[in-house]
């Protein structure tokens, strides 16, 4: 329990092995999942991720072709849109089961989408982007920031 607990608080107990959920722990397949917003560790979607079981791998970047803005949801998420004229954003690699992202998406409300984005090595993971028509002359352009404020 105390793991568990640990896991779920983003505490290590001391000299304790760090807890990996199942089905990570068993070795089943998984899926890398690449998230730029409110689905970031300490973030309000986050339960969403860990409720599935999904462990945290770290921070990646982007590579320099992608634009973030502000949308107008609630609770406030970033739309990623792949542009030309975009730079590196700062994001999160979580793992999950396959089962697990599939409620994942099936539950996952317009605009958001998911699909291929880029990492600043060239790699190629499962991450969020938003339908461009999401994007209004209203929103704010977060991509200076290179990252989703949280908190």
Not at 44 to 55: D, F, M
Request: aromatic fraction near 6%.
């Amino acid at each position: 329990v105390a793991d568990i607990a640990a896991a779920l608080s983003g505490e290590r107990r001391s000299g304790a092995e760090p807890f990996v959920p199942w089905p990570l722990s068993a070795g089943a397949p998984t899926v890398d999942l690449v998230v730029f917003g409110a689905h970031r560790r300490g973030g309000p979607l986050e339960h969403q991720l860990i409720s599935r079981g999904a462990a945290w791998r770290g921070p990646v970047r982007s590579s320099a072709d992608y634009r973030m803005y502000r949308l107008a949801t609630e609770p406030p998420k970033p739309g990623v849109l792949r542009h030309p004229d975009g730079a590196p954003l700062l994001g999160e690699r979580w793992s999950v089961s396959p089962a697990a992202l599939g409620t994942f998406l099936d539950q996952l409300p317009r605009p958001m989408q998911l699909g291929r984005v880029t990492l600043a090595d060239g790699t190629e993971v499962v991450g969020f982007g938003c339908e461009p028509t999401a994007v209004t002359a209203e929103a704010d352009d977060l991509t200076d920031l290179g990252e989703w404020p949280i908190g």
